[in-house]
């Protein structure tokens, strides 16, 4: 595992803004080929602050490789890491995250920017998690069979709990290889049947088509998950 920061969070802790940030150019690769390489631009561990905010803003995460061309393994790159997410990601830049492995290989994956874990109503108000105005960007240079998700949101674990994801750019390009079986996603959602609001974001999926995968640009686990999706 290669991360660019690590934060462990802890429901003591006071709110936190994470902002300002540049992590790029991280690479890892193992000479054994069937080793895998796990590559994280931002990650967030630990306790979720049920009382208190977390707040990701200006990040720029880029040029991030997990393995080679001759690799085996699922290698996985992960742009921003939000497991205790609540509070706001906003103008966040995330873009050239590239799990490289042999073209045949179909269980590396990426995703520009993955918020899991829970999102607790933030500071005891119904304001819950906004996720607004990010850009992302997949797939440019990534030219073996493995799965994307520009913006995963898999953290909604009780009804009341909102979710705002707002204003997005979303973008995943490429071409995908002959033997290609992996789906790609400009926007997963999964988790319980919560209030998530999706506004004014723009999702584009412009990967071209290899063999028998698809390529989505908005995937919703549970119909019942969105309580609203307008103007995307």
């Not at 630990?46 to 720029?60: H, I, L, M, V």
């Not at 108000?125 to 607004?132: A, D, L």
């Not at 799965?147 to 009804?159: G, I, N």
């Not at 926007?187 to 609001?197: E, I, L, P, R, S």
Request: proline share 3%; glycine share 8%.
């Amino acid at each position: 595992n290669l991360v660019g920061m690590t934060i462990a969070s802890n429901a003591n802790h006071p709110a936190r803004n994470i902002s300002g940030n540049i992590i790029s150019d991280l690479v890892s690769t193992n000479l054994a080929a069937n080793a895998a390489n796990v590559v994280r631009g931002i990650q967030i561990t630990g306790t979720f602050p049920t009382a208190n905010q977390w707040n990701y803003s200006e990040n720029k995460v880029f040029n991030l490789i997990s393995g080679d061309e001759f690799s085996t393994a699922g290698n996985v790159v992960i742009g921003m890491d939000l497991i205790a997410s609540t509070g706001t990601a906003e103008r966040n830049l995330i873009y050239n995250l590239i799990p490289r492995a042999v073209s045949a290989n179909t269980t590396s994956y990426a995703y520009g920017m993955r918020a899991t874990g829970t999102n607790a109503l933030a500071n005891g108000t119904v304001t819950g998690t906004i996720i607004k105005n990010n850009i992302i960007r997949l797939g440019v240079g990534v030219t073996n069979d493995c799965s994307m998700t520009a913006l995963y949101q898999a953290a909604a674990t009780d009804p009341s709990h909102f979710v705002r994801i707002y204003n997005n750019p979303l973008y995943i390009g490429g071409a995908a290889p002959m033997t290609a079986t992996k789906n790609t996603y400009g926007f997963y959602h999964t988790g319980v049947a919560g209030k998530n609001h999706l506004l004014n974001n723009i999702i584009a999926n412009k990967r071209a088509i290899g063999n028998t995968e698809a390529h989505f640009a908005q995937f919703i686990n549970v119909s019942l998950e969105i309580t609203s999706s307008n103007y995307n």
